[in-house]
């Protein structure tokens, strides 16, 4: 994931000021998401990130609601459980100035609804008098736009800008609106169901006589146009039931999760809240966007991560994530994006800045492991679902990606997948850990030239083991056991080469000259994932991951603590990251391991409950947990994050060593293990192929039991002790 500004790391999100509240609300829905407060305003305070954006920029830079020009006193404010909607509880403070008489506070309750609906804010907001007298106090509501892009919100100046149109208010509306550079004409445009008294500038006033016990109800809508203007606006009530009615379906899809531990059950939903809100419509696909506020837009990466740690709850988002992958593999040669035929994508952006070239990433490839996880999650798709069709039509799209691995991705033809940057503005490193100084060497230098990851190479060998389980399943036997026989010859090779005897790990990557980086790091732990190592040293690898140096009681750092360059407070150097910790312990279950991944498990949950809305972040810091304290949070995470989202899914499924095979018509327990905090685990409509089963699992002495409540089709139920 890019971090943003040109101070020595290219890409990196300044942070020249704490955030004004650590409570953000957020809401999403499409190519639009809004950052507020908890009053619901929205004010230029903290790292500045609050806003309403669409498609890349940041439409509404300031949004305050005032009661006789005085901020509200807050009671409380909530985001529903599916995200659909923001309410606040506000009431006034003690009114004195420039009144007869004062107004106590509390006398006023000042409710505020809102959600996002195509590419528009919708706001209702319900003025109540509880006070024996009447109450009369003036409500102002101020907008204003500064239309900048999100890598400007991020940190990056430009030496010049678009230009502001003039701003026009008539009867119930107000207008504010911006030529880019890139041609476009951005508007916002706020629309009131009462007409303000009058407007200062972009403050809407509205004098208002409440009886005792008396209602006003004052509706805004602020709505976000690039280019072509909206033909119709639908009202507060119609939007709500299109949301409602798409959060519905969408529930429909996918496994439901219940526990007997209410309190996990909460970190749950929220977890899937928090992943459904991301799941944007791209025409034919459902794609995760990454997360929200840096990164809310396609990451090849992270929307495979995310599919893969959510496909046994959910195959419907990886079948999103591979067609709109497929659409935009690279087909030409392209230095700028760092782009060549069969390549996943990176990065997709629609803002200004993407558009006119300022910033490489309009579509953007700098990424080495996209391509290898694409084939990876084809091959899983295909075992959970038996959509072979659907595969099938994939396939020369798989088939172009491991031309890329063979051809593009491996150079020098040293049998590695490495990176070396070619744009002048694309990132320096190009796996997950994609920070300036994330790759190094073991007396902290920089590592040079191109890098072949560890993880990448254990990707490249499960791409060819996936495209072989495809080729075999469509009937093409030859080219099976040559893929088979290729990624047998890639494990030798990466056996023989990344592992160090000395640290016990595999080193971090190679550097351009073929000099290992014996750095400990998690990137040895991911690759498990894919069993490319020996089962000696999976074993060996999960001793040094829970050891002191890298579990910190929250989880695996990114960098042990005992490591040049370890930092808990980086961004990859000593961090945790949520999603790493999950990928390690599906790795680990891999090898019929269960110590580690139960023990990530428990202390993700325990994450959760110290975090807001128990959402888990995408990363915090890497600092050794203390007794009765919290985690560290890392300033500038994004929450939501969708990998962060799936993480407590595929940290349940690697306890449970649970495997869905649609294929096989199977569903398989192996050596499942649960923590100590759920006793009983209920799984609803788990579907395996046109068959679909309740599943219920229960912990007993140490043993975990499971049977089927439900079952309709051609399924069998194998559990593995």
């Known amino acids: 994931m890019a971090e943003v500004i040109q101070i020595g790391q290219q890409y990196y999100v300044l942070a020249t000021a704490a955030r004004a509240d650590s409570s953000r609300r957020v809401l999403k829905h499409g190519d639009t998401f809004a950052v507020f407060d908890r009053y619901g305003d929205i004010l230029p305070l903290g790292l500045g990130e609050e806003g309403v954006y669409h498609e890349g920029t940041r439409f509404v830079s300031r949004q305050e609601l005032l009661i006789d020009g005085k901020r509200p006193l807050i009671l409380s404010s909530n985001i529903q459980d599916d995200n659909s909607l923001f309410s606040a509880d506000l009431t006034n403070p003690d009114l004195v100035e420039g009144r007869a008489s004062m107004l106590a506070r509390g006398t006023v309750h000042i409710m505020r609804s809102r959600f996002l609906y195509d590419g528009a804010c919708h706001e209702a907001i319900r003025l109540s008098n509880f006070g024996e007298e009447e109450a009369e106090f003036s409500l102002s509501l101020i907008l204003d736009a500064d239309f900048v892009d999100m890598f400007e919100v991020r940190g990056i100046h430009r030496e010049s800008r678009g230009r502001f149109l003039p701003l026009e208010t008539s009867g119930d509306r107000l207008s504010l609106g911006y030529e880019g550079l890139d041609g476009l004409t951005r508007t916002v445009r706020s629309v009131f169901t009462v007409a303000p008294e009058r407007f200062e500038g972009g403050e809407a006033i509205f004098p208002l006589r409440l009886a005792p016990k008396e209602q006003a109800h004052i ?15 639908p009202s507060f009530e119609t939007a709500y039931r299109h949301v409602k009615a798409s959060h519905r379906r969408i529930c429909e899809e996918g496994c439901g999760v219940e526990s007997d531990n209410d309190l996990f059950n909460n970190f749950l939903t929220r977890s899937l809240a928090d992943l459904r809100m991301l799941m944007t419509s791209m025409d034919d696909a459902f794609y995760p966007y990454a997360g929200i506020p840096w990164f809310s837009t396609p990451f090849g990466r992270d929307g495979i991560i995310t599919a893969l740690e959510s496909l046994w709850l959910n195959p419907g988002n990886a079948r999103g994530v591979l067609t709109f992958l497929a ?4 087909a030409d040669f392209s230095a700028v994006q760092d782009a060549e035929p069969g390549k ?4 997709a952006r629609k803002g200004e800045m993407a558009n006119t070239g300022e910033v ?7 990424s080495i492991d996209s391509t290898p996880l694409f084939v990876m999650l084809a091959g899983e798709y295909l075992r959970r679902t038996g959509d072979l069709a659907y595969i099938q039509s994939l396939w020369p799209h798989v088939e172009r990606a491991l031309e890329w691995i063979d051809k593009h991705g491996d150079a020098d033809g040293d049998g590695f997948v490495e990176y070396y940057k070619r744009s002048e503005r694309g990132l320096r490193n190009q796996g997950w850990k994609d920070s300036e100084d ?21 990707y490249v060998y499960g791409a060819k083991n996936e495209a072989a389980y495809i080729a075999e399943t469509s009937g093409r036997r030859a080219e099976a056991m ?10 030798r090779r990466f056996e023989a080469t990344f592992w160090d005897e000395e640290l016990g790990v595999y080193v971090l990557a190679l550097d351009g000259e073929k000099r290992p980086c ?5 990137n040895a732990g991911q690759c498990l994932l894919t069993g490319i190592a020996s089962e000696e040293r999976a074993r060996r690898l999960e001793s040094e991951l829970l050891s002191q140096e890298f579990y910190s009681g929250w989880g695996v750092r990114t960098i042990a603590s005992d490591q040049p360059r370890y930092n808990p407070m980086s961004y990859h150097d000593g961090s945790i990251w949520p999603h790493d910790n999950a990928l390690i312990a599906y790795g680990l279950s891999r090898y019929g391991l269960r110590k580690g991944p139960v023990r990530m498990l428990e202390d993700m949950f325990r994450v959760g409950l110290y975090v807001d809305q128990q959402r888990l972040p995408e990363l915090f810091c890497g600092f050794h947990r203390r007794s009765g304290e919290g985690p560290t949070l890392y300033p500038v995470a994004c929450a939501p994050q969708a990998w962060a989202s799936a993480t407590p899914f595929h940290l349940l499924q690697a306890c449970l060593g649970l495997n869905v095979d649609a294929v096989a018509r199977t569903v398989t327990l192996d050596r499942p293990e649960l923590p100590e905090f759920i006793g009983r685990i209920r799984m609803r409509n788990l579907r395996v192929g046109q068959a679909r089963l309740d599943l219920v699992l229960t912990r007993q002495a140490g043993d975990v039991g499971a049977y089927l409540e439900r079952r309709e089709g051609d399924v069998t139920l194998r559990i593995l002790k």
Not at 219 to 230: A, F, L, N
Request: aromatic fraction near 8%; glycine fraction near 10%.
């Open 360 to 366: 490489p990433f309009g579509n953007y490839y700098g």
């Open 219 to 233: 509706g805004q809508t602020i709505v976000c146009e690039s280019g072509t203007p909206k033909s119709s606006i």
């Open 438 to 458: 994330s790759v190094f060497h073991e007396d902290g230098r920089l590592a040079e030239g191109s890098i072949a990851l560890c993880e990448v190479q254990a």
């Open 518 to 522: 014996r750095v400990k790091s998690s």
């Open 482 to 491: 040559r893929l088979r026989a290729e990624a047998y010859e890639m494990q």
């Open 327 to 330: 659409r935009t593999q690279a």
């Open 344 to 347: 996943i994508l990176h990065e």
